[in-house]
T-cell receptor, first 113, second 118 residues
């Protein structure tokens, strides 16, 4: 079974600064997808960014980018120019040959003014 | 973007009663829907995968007789918590995969249902 590990239960960043959230995963599959989801206090899951394993280029979505290291099975999320609205729980998720998502335990991000 | 709704958003029931939660894809067809459970400040745990027109596939440790899942149409899946007990109190989230999306691979999440069993 695939496991997703987020080793940072909580992170804090000042507004306008950059923060990196870590995620590692374990799998024997060669074809898979990785995602970062944001869950604000409303608890609505919001897709932040996704990465296909077969793509070597790191995904980028505006202020959000990933550092995907396939050999190391690492998938970190970098948030640049942090904003107060970025405060939320962030979940790293893996999707393999099935379509269900396997989530990490999450990282709570606090953004301070 | 694709929208998934859940109803009700909150429900409080007495111990021993059954509660039905609906998950609807509003602007797309979903052959596959997923049901997750989330405890406070915890991650989402997959309970079952629901496929239209067939029996749901439950994850290990999930009681299929307690959590009845029906996916009768391409836009609706229901989760019924039977004979609910206080330990069933949780936040239940569904997600849906677009039938016509073979490459985008995104799941669309509902807003969740908070169940409280007294």
């Amino acid at each position: 079974a695939q496991t997703v590990t987020q080793s940072q239960p909580e992170m804090s960043v000042q507004e306008a600064e950059t923060v990196t959230l870590s995620c590692t995963y374990d799998t024997s599959e060669s074809d898979y997808y990785l995602f970062w989801y944001k869950q604000p206090p409303s608890r609505q899951m919001i897709l932040v960014i996704r990465q296909e394993a077969y793509k070597q280029q790191n995904a980028t979505e505006n202020r959000f980018s990933v550092n995907f290291q396939k050999a190391a099975k690492s998938f970190s999320l970098k948030i640049s120019d942090s904003q107060l609205g970025d405060a939320a729980m962030y979940f790293c998720a893996y999707r393999g040959s099935g379509y269900a998502l396997n989530f990490g335990k999450g990282t709570s991000l606090l953004v301070t003014p | 973007g694709a929208v998934v709704s859940q109803h009700p958003s909150r429900v409080i029931c007495k111990s021993g009663t059954s509660v039905k939660i609906e998950c609807r894809s509003l602007d797309f067809q979903a052959t596959t829907m997923f049901w997750y459970r989330q405890f406070p400040k915890k991650s989402l745990m997959l309970m079952a995968t629901s496929n239209e027109g067939s029996k749901a596939t439950y994850e290990q440790g999930v009681e299929k007789d307690k959590f009845l899942i029906n996916h009768a149409s391409l836009t609706l899946s229901t989760l019924t918590v039977t004979s609910a007990h206080p330990e069933d109190s949780s936040f239940y989230i569904c997600s849906a995969r677009d039938f016509q999306d073979s490459s985008y691979n995104e799941q669309f999440f509902g807003p969740g249902t908070r169940l409280t069993v007294l």
